[in-house]
C-alpha cells in the first residue's frame, strides 16, 4: 500500500502503524485510496487539515462502545435491495460501494468494505418496482460510495429507469468528485446530468482548501447546465472547527454560488472519535457563526441519531420562556422581546 502515499510526504508514526497493521487487522478496513488532485493539496504538517481527512492513522483502531458499522441503522430501514427508506417522501439508493478517494471520517463504513460494487440490473429492477408501489417517495438520493465512480451512461441509465414511471421524481446526488477527481466532471457528464433536472448535486467541502481552481471549473461546469448545487459539511475535529475555517468555508462556497446546506455532527462510526467534536462545542461554533455571516450561507447544523431517529436540527433557541399570552425571547442584541401567542381579531 505504501507505494500509494503521495511524494513529499513523510508519513508519522501514527500513520505508518496503520499501514503496516492495516492487511491483517479487519477492522482497520476502510480502505485507502488517494486522487493525485488531492494528493496535489497536501502538505507534509502532521496535523494538515486535508491530509488528515484522506491519510489514516492508527487512532482508526481505537474503536468505542458507542460505535457500531452502521450507527443510523440503515440495514433496518432496507426496503428494497440497496434502498433506504427512512422518511416518508424521500428514500436513498446506494448506486456503489465505490469511492474516488476514501475520507477517514466516513460513517458509512459497512458500505464501502462488505459490498459487491455497484447497483446490479436485477437490483435496480426491484428498487424501480419499491418506487411504483410507492406514490408517497417524491425523491430519490443517490449516494454510496459516490455515484460519479460510475461510467456516465450507468448513471444516467439509472436515473431513467427511477424516472421510468414517475417523471416527477425530483433526484439527488451526493458526491465528492467535485472536491476529490473535479477533472471528472466533463461538459459530456454535466450536460447529462443537466438534462435530467429537477436534480439537485450535493458536494462535500470540508475545508476552504478544497475549493481550488479545478473545483471551481468542475463547479461551473454543472451550473451552467442549470443545475442548483448544494454542500454538506462534515464537522471534525483539529480540521475545520472553528468559527475561522467554517465561517471561510460557507462564505467561498456562497461566492461559488454553492449553498451550505447541512453541517453534519459526527456519526458514530468505529474508529471516528478522534474526529467528533461535543454536541456543546458544535452549538457553540454555530451561535458563533450565526452572527458574522449571513442566513444564506448558514447551513442546518444536524446530528443523524444513532439507532435510526434521522436528521434531527440541532437549532438554537432563543426562545426563555412563555405565559398566557406571549412567547418571550432574546434578540440578536441580548434584548428581551416577545411575540403574542394567538391571532384572534374578536379579543
Ligand atoms: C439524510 C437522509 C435523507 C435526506 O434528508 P433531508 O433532511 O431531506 O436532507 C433521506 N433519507 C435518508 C435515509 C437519509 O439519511
Ligand atoms: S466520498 Fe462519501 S461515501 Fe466515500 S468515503 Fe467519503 S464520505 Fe464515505
Redesign the pocket.
Known amino acids: 500500500m505504501d507505494k500509494d502515499i503521495p511524494a513529499g510526504l513523510t508519513l508519522t508514526a501514527e500513520e505508518s502503524l496503520w499501514f503496516s497493521r492495516a492487511s491483517s487487522e479487519k477492522r482497520l478496513r476502510h480502505p485507502y485510496k488517494i486522487t493525485p488532485h488531492y494528493a496535489s493539496l497536501l502538505t507534509d504538517e502532521a496535523d494538515d487539515p486535508l491530509r488528515r481527512q484522506v491519510i489514516p492513522t492508527i487512532k482508526e483502531l481505537e474503536a468505542l462502545d458507542s460505535e457500531t458499522l452502521d450507527p443510523?441503522f440503515?440495514k433496518q430501514?432496507e426496503a428494497a435491495p440497496r434502498l433506504?427508506?427512512?422518511?416518508r417522501d424521500?428514500?436513498?439508493l446506494l448506486v456503489t460501494d465505490r469511492c474516488a478517494l476514501y475520507c477517514r471520517h466516513c460513517f458509512r463504513r459497512y458500505f464501502t468494505q462488505d459490498r459487491g460494487a455497484d447497483l446490479g440490473r436485477e437490483e435496480l429492477q426491484r428498487v424501480v418496482e419499491y418506487i411504483r408501489e410507492h406514490g408517497e417517495i417524491h425523491?430519490i438520493?443517490l449516494s454510496g460510495g459516490d455515484p460519479l465512480t460510475l461510467p456516465d451512461e450507468r448513471l444516467l441509465e439509472i436515473i431513467r429507469a427511477l424516472r421510468s414511471e414517475r417523471q416527477d421524481l425530483v433526484i439527488?446526488l451526493c458526491t465528492r468528485i467535485p472536491v476529490v477527481l473535479p477533472d471528472r466532471i466533463t461538459t459530456a457528464l454535466a450536460r447529462g446530468l443537466g438534462e435530467k433536472r429537477p436534480l439537485f448535486i450535493i458536494t462535500q467541502f470540508n475545508h476552504p482548501r478544497e475549493l481550488t481552481p479545478a473545483s471551481g471549473r468542475a463547479i461551473e461546469g454543472l451550473q451552467k447546465e442549470g443545475l442548483v448545487i448544494l454542500n454538506q459539511t462534515v464537522l471534525l475535529k483539529g480540521i475545520n472547527d472553528s468559527i475561522e475555517v467554517l465561517g471561510s468555508l460557507f462564505q467561498r462556497l456562497l461566492e461559488s454560488g454553492i449553498k451550505p446546506?447541512?453541517l453534519f455532527q459526527g456519526d458514530l462510526a468505529p474508529g471516528t472519535g478522534h474526529f467528533r467534536v461535543s454536541l456543546d462545542r458544535g452549538r457553540a461554533l454555530v451561535k458563533g457563526l450565526r452572527r458574522q455571516i449571513s442566513g444564506l450561507a448558514m447551513p442546518v447544523y444536524?446530528v443523524?441519531l444513532p439507532g435510526g431517529g434521522?436528521?434531527v436540527p440541532l437549532t438554537e433557541n432563543y426562545e426563555t420562556g412563555t405565559d398566557d399570552d406571549w412567547h418571550y425571547f432574546k434578540g440578536q442584541d441580548g434584548l428581551e422581546y416577545r411575540y403574542p401567542k394567538e391571532h384572534r381579531l374578536d379579543r
Request: hydrophobic share 30%.
Open positions: 443510523l440503515e430501514y433506504i427508506h427512512r422518511y424521500r428514500a436513498l425523491e438520493l439527488r446546506y447541512y444536524a443523524d434521522g436528521k
